[in-house]
């Protein structure tokens, strides 16, 4: 997953949309090996439907106007049968140094096909000091490339190259690089937080770990696991140094306890509170399998 935010609301960092860690994420068939030694082909990645809120609190600052910043992120993923759902409500506030307080808010929402070939998104930004900003509309992938048609803010069409992995099929190709052996893999993501279709991503993978492994869940302690490092860059610029970055521990279910987010002239720590499993559905007509890695 990789936390949604979209930051240009706030003085001067820099932004983008974040995701579980809370962005979770097709298969990844179009994710480049950049380097790493591949291990022997592993099971598929089963990811688990749940519920996770995490506390975010200051980690440090560098200059700049923000001085103090908390906030919550509450990240949903449910198996919808042949698809996966992904809510996310995030509350963020920030103080700065002439005294200014903001309270921003984010809702996101998608169904992305298990399939990785279809996928509708909103998110909306909102809040006290900050510009109202929706986005939306729905994507389609191919082998050969695939296009988003966005409804707001205004109707438009962008094209998205072959290869280009939505969120849910982004987190899954983390975790089967990981688990492969790889030391790095860098796909572009399209996660519907920005209005200029996909955004290129390179992630460093720091080692699979088998379990058991040390946290606060109990219910996760008995699962393999990665640390990521993942950045974000502006898919038309490829602009240095990167728009956003975030650090996090992911297990091999797709569930990250701790998160480490760059906004530039700040960074915040975010910690797993609470986990809640999700069942699965009952009764499917048509059961859609992700594409293998």
């Known amino acids: ?3 949604v935010i979209r930051t240009r609301a706030l003085p001067a960092p820099r932004w983008r949309g974040l ?27 089963v990811l688990a439907p749940h519920r996770a809120v995490y506390d975010l609190t200051l980690e440090s600052v560098s200059g700049g106007e923000i001085v103090s910043a908390s906030g919550s992120m509450t990240y949903v993923l449910s198996d919808a049968c042949s698809a996966w759902s992904t809510q996310q409500e995030l509350n963020l506030q920030t103080a700065s ?17 298990k ?34 048609r966005y409804t707001q803010p205004a109707p438009h069409v ?13 987190t899954r190709a983390i975790i089967a690089a990981a688990r492969a052996g790889q030391a790095s893999i860098d796909p ?50 490829h602009d240095m140094p990167p728009d956003f970055d975030v650090g996090m521990r992911y297990f091999e279910n797709g569930v ?23 069942p699965a559905p009952r009764h499917c007509s048509v059961m859609v399998q992700p594409p293998s890695h």
């Open 97 to 113: 140094r002439s005294g200014t307080q903001t309270e921003m808010k984010t809702d996101y929402a998608v169904l992305e096909d």
């Open 158 to 170: 962008v094209p998205l190259a072959a290869g280009t992995v939505f969120p849910v099929g982004h």
């Open 256 to 278: 990250s306890d701790r998160l480490d987010m760059n906004f530039g002239e700040f960074r915040m720590r975010g910690t797993l509170r609470t986990f809640t499993p999700l």
């Open 188 to 237: 572009a993501l399209f996660d519907g937080t920005t209005e200029k279709g996909a955004i290129d991503t390179f992630v460093v993978l720091m080692g699979w770990k088998p379990p058991p492994t040390a946290t606060d869940i109990a219910a996760l302690s008995h699962l393999g696991s990665v640390v990521t490092h993942v950045a974000y860059y502006d898919h038309a610029t």
């Open 1 to 3: 997953m990789r936390p």
């Open 115 to 148: 399939d990785g070939g279809h996928m509708v998104f909103r998110t909306h930004q909102y809040g006290s000091g900050v510009a109202e900003e929706k986005i939306s509309g729905e994507a389609t992938m191919t082998a050969t490339g695939g296009q988003v």
């Open 19 to 45: 995701c579980m860690v809370l962005a979770l994420m097709a298969g990844g068939t179009g994710a480049r090996v950049a380097h790493g030694a591949a291990a022997p082909a592993a099971a598929p990645v």
